[in-house]
Structure formats: C-alpha cells, structure tokens
C-alpha cells in the first residue's frame, strides 16, 4: 500500500497543511494515489500569497488613467461592408463557436449542470440544446460544420457529457464539430487560516477555476492546433445561461475582422449606475473591465462632459478572439490575476463530519476571461440590446430567473413574428397573450422567420414553430 512520499509530506508540514492527511489510512489504494497526484498539483507557495490577500480588494487603476468608453458611430455603407465580410468568414467556415459551462450555478440552485436547465417556453428545451441548434441551423445555412467548443469544470463535466452526447446525441450536430473541454480547479482555503478545506478524507474541497480557465483548457486540450487545423480564424466565445447570444451577428463579426481586431465585445447601455455588470472603459487607451464589486459609489455616478454616465457601457461576455491572439495570452495565464471571493464551502470538521457553514467560511479563486481584454493591440466594441441579445439565467426568482428568461424568448419570437406581418394576440395592457418559442432550427432571425411563414398565420394561446 502508498505511502506518503516524504517530499509531499515536508512540503506540507512547511506550509501548515499537514492536517489534510488526516485520515489517509483508511483510505485505499486509488484513493492514495488520486490524493497524493491532486496534492502534488498544488502551489502551496502561491496560495499562501493569494490568502495573504484576503483582505485585499481588486485593484483598480486610478481615474486619471481612465476614459469613458467613446459611443461607437459609424456609417450604413460602413455597417454594410461589416456585414459583407462577416458574411465571407461564416461561408468559408473560420469560425469556431465556445461556450463556456463550467460554473457551478450556485445562485439558481438547479441540481444539475445549469446548461441543462429547461427554458424553451413551449418545448422547455434546455440551453445547451438551443445553443447547440443555433451552431446546427448556423453549419446548415452557411455548409459548414462550425466548431462547437464546450468548456465544462469537474462540476459540471460528467453530466454535461452524459446529456449532450448520450441522452440527446449532439442534438443533431456531428460530433466530430462539438469539443467537451474540462477547466482546473482550484482548492477552497479556511478564510481567516488559509488551511485547505477537505470535503471527504483524501478530498480536497474544490471549486472551477473561473471562466478564464478556458485559456488553460484550449491549451491542454491541443484545442488551437486543431482549430488551426479546421482553418478557425475567430472564436465566438459566450456564456451558457444567456439563451439569447446572438451567434449569428454579422456586422459583429465583419467589424473584428475588418479592423484586424484581437478582441471584439459586445455591450449594452446599463440600466442605472450600480447595475450588476461588469465596465467596460478604457485604462492607459486599452480596453478593459472593472467589475461592478471594485466600482466605487462615487465613480458609478459619475458623468462625462456631456452629462453621460462615465460607466456607461455593460459587459455581456459575448467576445470575439482572434485564435492566434487566445494562443499567444495561453501560453502563459500567470499573467492574468487571481480574483478573491469569499464564499460559504461545506467542509470536514475535526469531527470527520461535513458540516454546512452558517457563514461565509472559505476563499474561492478565479480566473475571468476578461481580463485578457487589455492585452490585445487592437479590439472593437459593438453597442447591441438587451432584447437581441441579453437575458443571463442566474437567479431562482426575481431578475434574471427562469421567469425573465421565458418571457424574454417569447419576446423576442413576437417581434419577429411582427416583423413579419403576423398579429401577435395581447392583452388590454398590450401584454403579449400567448406563449411563442421559435426553434433555432425553423429561423435564426426575423429575416429568415419572414421568408419562411405562411400568410394569414393565426396565433392561438400557444404557438411552436420547430
Ligand atoms: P457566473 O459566475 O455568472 O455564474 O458565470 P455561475 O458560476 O454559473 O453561477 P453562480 O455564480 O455560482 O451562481 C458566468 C458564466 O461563466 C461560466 C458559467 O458556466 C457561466 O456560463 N463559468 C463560470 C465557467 O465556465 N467556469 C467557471 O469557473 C465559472
């Protein structure tokens, strides 16, 4: 039976982590080695650093670095051409479409991976499958078999996998299009000791790494040689709980292209000043972001010369990246930060039990995706709505719930089928009165809605087009 290698055993012993060898002898003999590998993986140099910095806030540059970010203005013959190009990068197949699913969707409270949550009005289709369709209606209209990347965590990997391959068979797509990547995770430290939190003997308690582990999971999965391969130029990056991600937008990704950019984002006017969403702005003439947990009250309200809010625009987590712009930042993510937070983690008390914390107990790490945005040389923003293109699913009620994601979809499939000439039944407040789902695979936009209804549709109180 393993032993404890001596070297593990200093090493922890110096770091005051020797208690999580707690239990080792009962444990067996792939438990020993799965534990002494995961061990072996830590820095424990660099979590020491990282828990001296509990008290810490982000650091935010200062306002003198800063500029609001300038109103994108440009011409139809402009948006045009944008459109034009957009168009011939989707016809010649350079773009790979990435999700990223690795969060463990605490705040929704649903048991299972949250891509797997029902929010089609009518079908109640989860969300990987009206991404998924998107990607097929996508490679039908354009012949190409479009790159379908899913970045999934420890938590969420095994039944993501279960659903999407096994139990829905890609959801018609080839599966040789569609890549299940797994992102790191990073261990929980005791808040105020920094000792490491077990779950269970020989278990670390651990969490997904934050979205910005896509940049280790693309490298370690070869995933840039073969979207090189696939000749991929530009990787459509989005977020799993945001059903309305407009994959398809052409002036979105004819202005990347046109202006040789490394990074493109789309954002959206906020609501009012202290709304939940990370800022886009420009530090020292380059993009970046400042969460809304590091703006401080005063700066939130600030306005421009011309009586703008100063942190006026929103981050959707829609991005395009240049490939070769992913590989160069993946080649060496310690560069990117390690955001704090503390969090409540359920751990193994002296007791042997695993006990619920009443309180904020642990500090979590992440890594954000965004925070790649300063580096690039050149990006674009695009200015788009919420209606187009925005209503995340994080909550169990109230803003962006379940609720708020089914009546922005039934939205949307009104204003198409409006667009289109069909009278959309509402009630006296002009309140939509039916329940309206439009698959991704019977029209992707309103054009092709239009081009493909029949005249003198009537809408009863529910209505599927599939
Ligand atoms: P959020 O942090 O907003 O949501 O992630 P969450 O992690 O799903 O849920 P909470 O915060 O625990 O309630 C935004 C997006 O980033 C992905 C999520 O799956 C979601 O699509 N994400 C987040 C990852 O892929 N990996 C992570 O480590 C964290």
């Known amino acids: 039976m393993q032993t404890i290698p001596d070297e593990l055993r200093r090493r922890l012993c110096q770091h005051g982590q020797e208690h999580v060898l707690t239990g080792w002898e009962r444990l067996?003999?792939?438990?020993?080695?799965?534990?002494?590998?995961?061990?072996?993986?830590?820095?424990?140099?660099?979590?020491?650093?990282?828990?001296?910095?509990?008290?810490?806030?982000?650091?935010?540059?200062?306002?003198?670095?800063?500029?609001?970010?300038?109103?994108?203005?440009?011409?139809?013959?402009?948006?045009?051409?944008?459109?034009?190009?957009?168009?011939?990068?989707?016809?010649?197949g350079e773009v790979a479409f990435l999700v990223v699913a690795g969060g463990q969707g605490t705040r929704l409270g649903f048991d299972h991976p949250k891509g797997m949550f029902p929010v089609g009005p009518v079908s109640g289709k989860s969300l990987y499958q009206l991404h998924a369709e998107k990607v097929l209606a996508f490679s039908r209209r354009y012949g190409k078999p479009f790159p379908f990347l899913v970045l999934t965590s420890s938590a969420t990997r095994a039944e993501t996998e279960e659903f999407i391959a096994n139990e829905h068979d890609y959801f018609g797509l080839d599966p040789n299009q569609v890549d299940l990547l797994c992102q790191r995770d990073m261990p929980a430290l005791?808040?105020?000791?920094?000792?490491?939190?077990?779950?269970?003997?020989?278990?670390?308690?651990?969490?997904p790494n934050g979205h910005g582990g896509?940049?280790?999971?693309?490298?370690?999965?070869?995933?840039?040689?073969?979207?090189?391969?696939?000749?991929?130029?530009?990787?459509?990056?989005?977020q799993v709980d945001n059903p309305l991600t407009d994959l398809g937008d052409l002036e979105f990704l004819g202005r990347h292209l046109a202006q040789r950019a490394e990074v493109s984002t789309k954002i959206l006017p906020k609501k009012h000043p202290k709304e939940k969403m990370g800022n886009l702005v420009l530090v020292d003439g380059n993009c970046s972001i400042i969460e809304y947990s590091d703006l401080p009250d005063d700066w939130a309200n600030r306005q421009t010369t011309d009586g703008?809010?100063?942190f006026w625009a929103g981050n959707t987590a829609i991005h395009l990246f240049h490939l070769q712009f992913l590989q160069r930042v993946a080649i060496d993510p310690v560069g990117i930060p390690w955001h704090l937070a503390k969090k409540k983690v359920p751990y193994l008390g002296p007791d042997g039990k695993l006990g619920e914390p009443a309180?904020?107990?642990?500090?979590?790490?992440?890594?954000?995706?965004?925070?790649?945005?300063?580096?690039?040389?050149?990006?674009?923003?695009?200015?788009?709505?919420?209606?187009r293109d925005f209503e995340p699913l994080k909550n169990a009620t109230g803003d962006d719930?379940?609720?708020?994601?089914?009546?922005?979809?039934?939205?949307?499939?009104?204003?198409?089928?409006?667009?289109?000439g069909v009278t959309v039944p509402r009630d006296a407040q002009g309140q939509i009165?039916?329940?309206?789902?439009?698959?991704?695979?019977?029209?992707?936009?309103?054009?092709?809605?239009?081009?493909?209804?029949?005249?003198?549709?009537?809408?009863?109180?529910?209505?599927y087009l599939a």
Request: hydrophobic share 45%.
């Open 28 to 92: 067996d003999a792939s438990q020993r080695a799965q534990f002494v590998a995961q061990l072996d993986s830590l820095d424990l140099d660099e979590l020491q650093r990282l828990h001296a910095r509990r008290h810490a806030k982000d650091a935010i540059p200062e306002f003198r670095r800063l500029a609001s970010l300038p109103q994108p203005v440009e011409s139809a013959a402009q948006l045009a051409e944008y459109r034009r190009l957009g168009e011939k990068a989707m016809r010649a």
């Open 359 to 387: 309180r904020e107990n642990a500090l979590k790490f992440e890594r954000f995706i965004f925070d790649v945005l300063p580096l690039a040389e050149r990006w674009t923003v695009a200015a788009t709505t919420r209606a």
């Open 433 to 463: 009165a039916s329940v309206l789902e439009i698959s991704p695979l019977f029209a992707l936009d309103s054009q092709e809605l239009q081009a493909k209804i029949k005249p003198g549709l009537r809408i009863g109180p529910s209505l």
């Open 401 to 420: 719930s379940p609720d708020t994601v089914r009546r922005a979809l039934i939205h949307q499939a009104a204003t198409w089928l409006e667009q289109a």
């Open 308 to 310: 703008n809010l100063f």
């Open 190 to 207: 005791d808040f105020d000791s920094g000792k490491l939190l077990l779950e269970a003997p020989g278990k670390l308690a651990l969490s």
């Open 214 to 238: 896509t940049l280790a999971a693309l490298r370690g999965y070869r995933e840039f040689d073969v979207l090189e391969w696939k000749l991929v130029r530009t990787i459509f990056y989005f």
